[in-house]
């Protein structure tokens, strides 16, 4: 979350920040989300360990599965009051999968009080480890055994988060299983969860059947519309999250990708702070990004977007609409990352072209 909302660049346009702000409801927002300006996020893979094993995961693609795990809480506790030190307020733990070390969840917990972890949800992470948590959905339970190994998942993730104020269930579309997030949705609504939206993004030099292709964005963008229409209360989503994710063109092309990994400059921003960190502790600043092995022209990840998209401020203040849009997808992404943090209503209903591009 490294610069998430902080301005990128200069106002262009007609319309002068100030007129955009007019409207007290989207004033209203925009005082909202620039409370969380401060944040600033850096990545750690906990354990190089996973107990399922999912086609299409990026963590056993690339140099990092490789790392060895450094199971020292000492050496944990002091990694994290150094990132402190250097102005990291946001970690987002990830792996393999954090569940497996719950020690070392808790001794960043105890320094760094905000974050998330990604997890696959099989294993209850203990509760007095505060952090969002995020439990990736990859279809119904046939697909899951298929795709994941994973016998009866969505009902195991549904019991050991079933009412936890950490958890938000993130369905990821990939090319097979568009028509399934009907029942997911229910399932997870029927249990009062919150459940928000992913895309497939190919690993690098990954063929395989989940890849998107074109017609299958377009049949993802009108199932997500379709669920945040009939599950407002659960979901967690706006019009311009399903724009940005699903267009044919990847987050980078669209936006520019802040992420080290495709960005040269260390004058500000993730380019100056953001680290991902291997399981030992080291990290890799021509491969730092979010989501490292992932290939950029298919990034659709909602963790880069949430970096991504929401850096782009001023790009987005050139009309009212754009501007309410780029609201609504960054008080979507505070609701999902931030502990305690509500979403709001959607101020924007219909679907607005990524600037400087058309929505096809
Ligand atoms: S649960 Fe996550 S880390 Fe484990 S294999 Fe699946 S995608 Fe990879
Ligand atoms: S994979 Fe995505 S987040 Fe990572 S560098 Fe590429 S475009 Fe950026």
């Known amino acids: 979350m490294t610069n998430r909302t902080a301005p990128a660049e200069k106002t262009e346009g007609k319309w002068k920040f100030g007129d955009l702000?007019?409207?007290?409801?989207?004033?209203?927002?925009?005082?909202?989300?620039?409370?969380?300006?401060?944040?600033?996020?850096?990545?750690?893979?906990?354990?190089?360990?996973?107990?399922?094993r999912c086609d299409g995961c990026y963590?056993?693609?690339?140099?990092?599965?490789?790392?060895?795990?450094?199971?020292d809480p000492g050496a944990w506790r002091e990694r994290m009051h150094k990132e402190k030190e250097r102005g990291i307020t946001y970690v987002v733990l990830a792996g393999a999968e954090p569940s497996l070390v719950p020690e070392l969840l808790e001794t960043c917990f105890e320094v760094m009080p905000l974050g998330s972890i990604a997890t696959n949800g099989f294993r209850l992470i203990p509760p007095a480890i505060g952090y969002k948590i995020h439990i990736s959905v990859w279809g119904n339970d046939e697909t899951s055994r298929r795709v994941r190994n994973a016998a009866n998942l969505l009902e195991r993730q549904l019991d050991n988060y079933d009412g936890d104020p950490r958890a938000v269930f993130v369905y990821t579309f990939t090319k097979q299983n568009i028509r399934e997030i009907g029942?997911?949705?229910?399932r997870i609504a029927g249990r009062n969860g919150k459940l928000t939206f992913n895309v497939f993004s190919a690993p690098v030099g990954y063929e395989g059947p989940l890849r998107h292709d074109r017609a299958s964005l377009e049949e993802t963008r009108r199932a997500m519309l379709e669920i945040l229409a009939r599950h407002p209360a659960s979901v967690l989503f706006s019009n311009y999250s399903a724009m940005a994710h699903t267009h044919g063109l990847g987050l980078h092309a669209l936006y520019g990708c802040s992420y080290p990994r495709r960005n040269a400059s260390t004058d500000i921003g993730l380019g100056r702070s953001f680290r991902q960190y291997r399981a030992d502790l080291t990290w890799d600043r021509s491969v730092a990004c979010c989501v490292p092995?992932?290939?950029?022209?298919?990034?659709?990840?909602?963790?880069?977007?949430?970096?991504?998209?929401?850096?782009?401020?001023?790009?987005?203040?050139?009309?009212?609409?754009?501007?309410?849009s780029w609201l609504d997808y960054v008080d979507t992404y505070l609701a999902?990352?931030?502990?305690?943090?509500?979403?709001?209503?959607?101020?924007?209903?219909?679907?607005?072209?990524?600037?400087?591009?058309s929505m096809k």
């Open 21 to 52: 702000l007019r409207d007290a409801q989207v004033r209203d927002r925009w005082e909202k989300v620039r409370k969380y300006f401060f944040l600033r996020e850096s990545t750690y893979d906990m354990t190089n360990r996973c107990n399922i």
């Open 293 to 324: 092995d992932t290939d950029c022209d298919d990034c659709r990840h909602y963790a880069a977007g949430s970096a991504v998209v929401t850096a782009r401020l001023f790009r987005h203040a050139s009309d009212p609409d754009t501007f309410r």
């Open 183 to 186: 029942e997911v949705a229910e």
């Open 336 to 357: 999902v990352w931030v502990m305690g943090y509500e979403k709001g209503e959607n101020l924007c209903d219909r679907l607005v072209d990524p600037p400087g591009f």
């Open 59 to 71: 963590y056993y693609e690339g140099e990092k599965q490789f790392a060895p795990e450094n199971r």
